[in-house]
Nanobody, 127 residues
C-alpha cells in the first residue's frame, strides 16, 4: 500500500528552523515527484515546493524561496523540506504528496494532480 508519513513539525520561534521529513512506503521515489503543500486555517491549500524525479528539478513558492530547501534521499525513500528563517505566516499544516513522472508537464503546485497524500504535520511559528 502506498503511504506517505510526514514528521518534523512543531513549535518554533520566528527566525528558527525545522526540517520536515516525508517517508514513502509501498513505492520508491525514483519515478515520482514529491510536492510539499500547506494549509493554514481559513486559507486555500498552497504549493510550497516540489522535487521531480526526471531531472531533479526543484520548485518553490515565491513566499519561501531562499528560505526553504527541498531534497531527497532515495536510499531512505525520504524527501525533506528544510525550513529556515521561519515566519509566523509559515504557520500551517504541511503535507507531502506524490504523483507519477508522467504528470511532470502539469504545474507543480496543482494539488489536484497529486495522487497520494500524507496525514500532515503541524508547523507553528510563534514567539
Amino acid at each position: 500500500q502506498v503511504q506517505l508519513v510526514e514528521s518534523g513539525g512543531g513549535l518554533v520561534q520566528p527566525g528558527g528552523s525545522l526540517r520536515l521529513s516525508c517517508v514513502a512506503s509501498g513505492f520508491t521515489l525514483d519515478y515520482y515527484a514529491i510536492g510539499w503543500f500547506r494549509q493554514a486555517p481559513g486559507k486555500e491549500r498552497e504549493g510550497v515546493s516540489c522535487i521531480k524525479s526526471s531531472d531533479g528539478s526543484t520548485y518553490y513558492a515565491d513566499s519561501v524561496k531562499g528560505r526553504f530547501t527541498i531534497s531527497r534521499d532515495n536510499a531512505k525513500n525520504t524527501v525533506y523540506l528544510q525550513m529556515n528563517s521561519l515566519k509566523p505566516e509559515d504557520t500551517a499544516v504541511y503535507y507531502c504528496a506524490t504523483r507519477p513522472r508522467a504528470r511532470d508537464y502539469r504545474p507543480w503546485n496543482s494539488y489536484s494532480t497529486y495522487d497520494y497524500w500524507g496525514q500532515g504535520t503541524q508547523v507553528t511559528v510563534s514567539s
